[in-house]
């Protein structure tokens, strides 16, 4: 394997002209400047990015933790973070925590051991000290874990309340609220409380159903839904907290032999794509992921220039109504 030195005996420059070369710092002539990268392409010549980062004290590399990426709104999420890591001129390493805490863990230490220029967390299963003495920049997604640590969320109740409205003004009587499990410290529980306020405002019949810890166990959601159509078969309204909860809600009317909208009007939360793809298209509450995504990687750039920036980022949601209702 060709090293630097190779490189710069064969260009006839000093190993600090190459250095400058591929750090694009100090004055080289173009000239120079297209010798040294012929050579390189020549010899097959590729750069040390450990000892670069060592050297210039940044990876340009962000750490991603989520907690699975085969989510549609963390894939979407992790699309929309590479995207626009990309374009500020970093690289996104991305971990799968699957709301394992030592997997978690891990993944941290070896963001940290590969000297990370900051980790944007989608996945919260430790305790806040362990994000508080990271010791790089870190952005949280939908949960607040210091008052120094900037945060990415939606309007969580405000999209609680738009969900809980519009089923109302369909005429719903008696609406189902399925969502995650409250003990976990996230913003999104907001939407809960919304929707709860909003129901015992209009004074309307309201049942809530939580998942277990683990949110994304989608036999779970069958479960949930059964039970809820058995034990009240005169629900007419659901609201879920994801857009995948709405959508075992709508197989689980069907098998049953319940019709959606006409007896049972359903909402879903994301606006994921699979909501505008599916029959009958989702009515949902829609997070700017993109927007969220480009947020939390300008976040990181700020801290690391120094930048002044707002430690609680909340991103306006939109009501999207579709088939469902």
């Given at each position: ?6 490189v ?16 694009n710092?100090?004055?080289?002539s ?9 050579i390189?392409?020549?010899l097959?010549y590729?750069?040390?990015?450990i000892?670069?980062?060592l050297?210039r004290?940044?990876?340009?590399v962000i750490?991603l933790?989520i907690?699975?990426?085969s989510?549609p ?6 699309n929309?973070?590479?995207y626009y890591?990309?374009?500020a001129?970093?690289?996104v390493?991305l ?7 030592v997997?978690e863990?891990e ?26 003495h ?5 952005v949280?997604?939908?949960r ?6 900037p ?9 609680g309340?738009?969900?809980a ?8 009587r008696?609406i189902a ?9 996230m913003?999104?529980n ?6 709860h ?8 019949q ?7 810890m683990?949110?994304?166990?989608h036999m779970e959601y069958?479960r949930?839904?059964?039970k ?6 005169d629900t007419d309204?659901i609201?879920?907290?994801?857009d995948?909860i709405?959508?075992f809600?709508i197989k689980?009317c069907m098998?049953?032999?319940?019709r959606?909208p006409?007896?049972v ?9 699979v909501s ?7 009515t949902?509450?829609?997070q700017?992921i993109?927007e969220?995504?480009r947020?939390a990687v ?7 220039e ?9 991103l306006?949601v939109?009501?999207v ?5």
């Amino acid at each position: 394997m060709a090293t630097i030195h190779d490189v710069a005996t064969k260009a006839g420059v000093s190993v600090t002209t190459v250095s400058r070369v591929l750090n694009n710092r100090g004055y080289i002539s173009e000239k120079t400047r297209k010798k040294v990268f012929d050579i390189m392409a020549e010899l097959n010549y590729q750069p040390n990015e450990i000892a670069r980062s060592l050297l210039r004290k940044q990876s340009n590399v962000i750490g991603l933790i989520i907690p699975m990426v085969s989510h549609p709104f963390f894939s979407q999420l992790a699309n929309d973070v590479e995207y626009y890591a990309y374009q500020a001129g970093f690289k996104v390493m991305l971990c799968n925590s699957q709301h394992d805490p030592v997997k978690e863990r891990e993944y941290i230490d070896m963001l940290k051991r590969n000297r990370v220029d900051g980790i944007i967390m989608g996945s919260h299963t430790l305790e806040v000290e362990e994000y508080r003495h990271l010791h790089s920049p870190i952005v949280t997604i939908d949960r607040q874990i210091d008052n120094e640590i900037p945060s990415v969320s939606s309007d969580n109740y405000r999209g609680g309340e738009l969900a809980a409205e519009l089923l109302i003004r369909k005429g719903c009587r008696k609406i189902a609220h399925i969502c995650g499990n409250q003990e976990l410290d996230m913003l999104s529980n907001l939407r809960t409380d919304a929707f709860h306020e909003i129901m015992r405002k209009h004074d309307v019949q309201f049942i809530t159903l939580q998942t277990d810890m683990n949110m994304f166990a989608h036999m779970e959601y069958e479960r949930i839904i059964d039970k809820l159509l058995e034990e009240h078969p005169d629900t007419d309204g659901i609201f879920t907290t994801s857009d995948i909860i709405a959508t075992f809600a709508i197989k689980g009317c069907m098998r049953i032999g319940k019709r959606v909208p006409q007896d049972v009007r359903i909402i879903g939360y994301d606006d994921v794509n699979v909501s505008s793809w599916m029959l009958p298209e989702l009515t949902t509450i829609r997070q700017p992921i993109g927007e969220m995504g480009r947020l939390a990687v300008e976040l990181i750039r700020r801290q690391l220039e120094g930048e002044s920036f707002e430690v609680e980022n909340v991103l306006p949601v939109q009501l999207v109504e579709r088939s469902t209702t």
